[in-house]
């Protein structure tokens, strides 16, 4: 009843904002809005064409659906940080306060995040007349689960600025951009404004200004203690915090428990590319047996499983380096590239002891390499279908 009444709404002031209305110069937003609400009713009078209930917009659903896990832990996890870090063992001890508190301290980034990046989408629709893509639905969820906690917002809204417009919109658009989008956010504000990205104290929000921090608390993540002195952290090591994410870090990158519901839900539903995600485990995984036999350094000595588990590696296997925009195409070429990536993110963790988060790197540096992937094996696929032609039709 109420979605019928909105429906003649809708419609009622519909006219307002096509061609020759008032409104008209806001016409994509309208459209955008429209399109978020009901189902379009544009349909293909000719040529030959599947008819299908899944459209662009329900898969890109399913991708939200599926990183609200990772979100509402990040949510908990920054409070629980926030307060382990102040020393108030009740309000820690609090699902629900700790929570509350992420929750509250998250939402302005995401506002920020959608308003800009939406704000810049419907200006560039609007200028080319073009409809508003659905694109950024997932890639406004991204940019604030990947990013610190402390970041200032200012920093973010560039950030999100510099990702649409420099990674996508000069490109075309969806769909035409070689980056992914999130990951060109982060690598923004990692490179532009490193401090606010790479300290230790970024990552608990509200604390460590003037003072907050209890004695002896330290807000390193675990991979930056890995770089600092590895001997340490492996001794302490506790991969059940670990797997379960209660450690400092990027808001939805902590816990692997949560990105595995994820995976699973963008799986079962076909959303994504099993081959990439096995692949890129794979990928991490044997080069990190490899570094162990070499065992030239404490990193090295590491656990290879452990690399699965450490800072953005999860995260990017399932959600990023499975962007159907930005990654192979062919089912050789995400095995390829997906293995690529994670035996370059384990690279640069153990290589680069000045970086240990190598997965930002691995994924933007194989999207670049994305399409020569898929030039080289559509190329011998051609090459090996030809010659068996020839030599039958030879015999």
């Not at 492996?234 to 450690?247: P, R």
């Not at 939805?252 to 079962?268: D, H, P, R």
């Not at 070429?333 to 690529?340: A, C, P, Q, S, Y």
């Not at 153990?350 to 559509?378: K, R, W």
Request: proline content about 4%.
């Amino acid at each position: 009843m109420i979605s019928q009444i909105l429906k003649k709404v809708v419609d009622g002031v519909k006219p307002t904002f096509d061609k020759g209305g008032k409104l008209s110069f806001l016409h994509s937003l309208f459209d955008a809005v429209e399109t978020l609400l009901f189902v379009p009713d544009t349909v293909t009078k000719k040529g030959a064409h599947i008819r299908d209930a899944v459209d662009l917009k329900r898969s890109l659903i399913v991708v939200v659906l599926a990183l609200v896990p990772a979100l509402l832990f990040g949510m908990y996890n920054t409070g629980l940080q926030h307060f382990r870090a102040v020393g108030d063992v009740a309000a820690e001890a609090s699902i629900w306060g700790c929570w509350w508190y992420g929750f509250v301290r998250m939402l302005p980034l995401i506002l920020v995040s959608y308003v800009v990046g939406l704000g810049i989408e419907v200006a560039f629709a609007q200028r080319r007349g073009h409809e508003v893509t659905e694109g950024y639905f997932v890639t406004g969820m991204l940019i604030p689960l990947i990013m610190p906690i402390d970041v200032p917002l200012w920093m973010v809204a560039l950030a999100v600025a510099f990702s649409v417009i420099i990674g996508k919109e000069v490109f075309g658009g969806s769909g035409m951009n070689i980056f992914n989008p999130a990951l060109l956010a982060r690598a923004f504000v990692f490179f532009a404004y490193t401090p606010f990205i790479s300290g230790d104290k970024v990552w608990i929000r509200g604390a460590g200004k003037g003072g907050e921090y209890i004695d002896g608390f330290s807000g390193a993540t675990p991979l930056t203690q890995l770089g600092e002195n590895a001997e340490q952290m492996l001794a302490n090591a506790n991969v059940w915090d670990w797997i379960v994410g209660t450690i400092p870090g990027s808001i939805g990158e902590t816990s692997v428990i949560a990105i595995a519901i994820g995976a699973v839900i963008m799986l079962a539903t076909g959303v994504a590319s099993w081959r990439i995600m096995l692949s890129v485990v794979a990928g991490g995984w044997l080069t990190g047996l490899l570094f162990n036999a070499i065992g030239a350094s404490p990193v090295m000595d590491m656990p290879a499983y452990y690399h699965l588990l450490l800072g953005g590696f999860a995260f990017g296997a399932v959600f990023m380096a499975t962007d159907p925009v930005t990654a192979a195409q062919t089912n050789v070429g995400k095995v390829v590239v997906g293995f690529l990536i994670g035996v370059i993110a384990v690279l640069i963790r153990v290589v680069n002891p000045g970086y240990p988060e190598g997965m930002m790197l691995a994924i933007l540096f194989m999207n670049a390499m994305a399409p020569l992937v898929d030039h080289v094996v559509v190329g011998f696929n051609v090459r090996r279908r030809l010659s068996g032609k020839l030599t039958k039709g030879r015999a």
